[in-house]
């Protein structure tokens, strides 16, 4: 044990770790830092400076698109959606309730009725359907009522600062105004009762032949009130002789209820947001092999379908109404 105890170091342990010793800086300095490759700065200016004119273009393109380019848009979606709704009429085709001439339930989107409001220059074809996806072609219907001009309560939803907002004038109206509804059964023509906000009295739905259209946007106020909608705004217009009504849906999604937000863009979305991921490293690669006007020219009309498509998604995610 003698002769085991001295070879141990002394004030140790045993079974103890070894200590590295103190590094002395005067006798062991820090190694050299690893020296910057020529043009790496730049390089790196060149990445972040890609990635954010990218990024740049597609939210001035999304703004874009939803208060002044959606107008375009909307405005082809309503000639094509007159010409088909023309064609139905003539072969007698057109739907006069929740499913359609072949006894299929209404694909949402399907043109149902022609809305006429002479008081705000105002001609829209309705879409069946409420969601934010089907309001962006024009006002739709909402699902779970009678289709407008029918007897009962209609209801009939509307953007008011996105994709030309047909219902962003819906205040300027006042009791007596006329509001005309052509649908596949006849022309019913209702006279407006009362412009009311949440709160207001609501009015009685009719009896009889009786018929009820509602009119339903958001309003805001301050210079922002395009992109948040503070309210909902409510028409009602009545008419005494209302056609009759056909089936109606038993219930709609939670889509496609006022200022509703539809959800299921979302993997739409992620897949176009991956996109824009991958043309900002392609910029950002080509500008170090190529020159930079060349590489703008080719990949800004992929930002602005990328940014068009994706604004597209981005406002199935914000309120109908908007």
Same mark, same amino acid.
Do not use: N
């Given at each position: 044990?003698?002769?085991?105890?001295?070879?141990?170091?002394?004030?140790?342990?045993?079974g103890s770790r070894l200590r590295r010793p103190l590094r002395d800086p005067l006798r062991d300095p820090m190694p050299a830092a690893k020296p910057i490759r020529p043009g790496e700065v730049e390089e790196t200016i060149a990445v972040a400076s890609s990635a954010f004119t990218v990024i740049a273009v597609i939210c001035a393109w999304m703004l874009l698109q939803l208060l002044v380019l959606g107008g375009l848009s909307a405005q082809? $979606?309503?000639?094509? &959606?007159?010409? @088909?709704?023309?064609?139905?009429?003539?072969?007698?085709?057109?739907p006069t309730g929740a499913l359609d001439y072949q006894g299929k339930p209404l694909e949402p989107?399907?043109?149902?009725?022609?809305? $006429?409001?002479p008081? &705000?220059?105002? @001609?829209?074809?309705?879409v069946d359907g409420t969601a934010s996806g089907d309001l962006r072609a024009g006002?739709?219907?909402?699902?779970?009522?009678?289709?407008?001009?029918?007897?009962g309560v209609s209801v009939v939803m509307g953007r008011a600062s996105s994709y030309g907002a047909p219902?962003?004038?819906?205040?300027?109206l006042a009791p007596g105004d006329a509001i005309t509804v052509r649908n596949a059964e006849g022309e019913v023509t209702y006279q407006v009762r009362s412009v009311r906000r949440a709160g207001d009295p609501v009015p009685t739905a009719p009896t009889g032949s009786g018929g009820l259209l509602t009119l339903v946007s958001a309003e805001?106020?301050?210079?922002?009130s395009a992109l948040r909608p503070g309210q909902v705004l409510y028409v009602d217009a009545v008419t005494e002789k209302a056609l009759p009504a056909g089936p109606v849906a038993a219930a709609?999604?939670?889509s496609e209820r006022v200022m509703a937000r539809d959800t299921s863009a979302l993997p739409v979305l992620v897949l176009l947001l991956a996109g824009v991921l991958a043309l900002v490293l392609a910029v950002s690669t080509a500008r170090r092999r190529f020159p930079a006007p060349l590489v703008w020219v080719l990949a800004t009309p992929l930002a602005i379908a990328l940014a068009w498509s994706a604004t597209d998604e981005v406002a199935r995610l914000l309120p109908n109404l908007m």
């Open positions: 044990m003698s002769a085991i105890a001295a070879l141990r170091r002394p004030g140790r342990r045993a082809r $979606s309503q000639d094509l &959606l007159y010409g @088909e709704f023309r064609k139905e009429l003539a072969a007698g085709t057109a989107g399907s043109p149902v009725a022609l809305l $006429s409001i008081q &705000l220059d105002l @001609e829209q074809v309705v006002p739709g219907h909402l699902r779970s009522t009678p289709l407008p001009g029918q007897a219902f962003r004038d819906l205040d300027r805001g106020s301050g210079a922002l709609v999604p939670a």
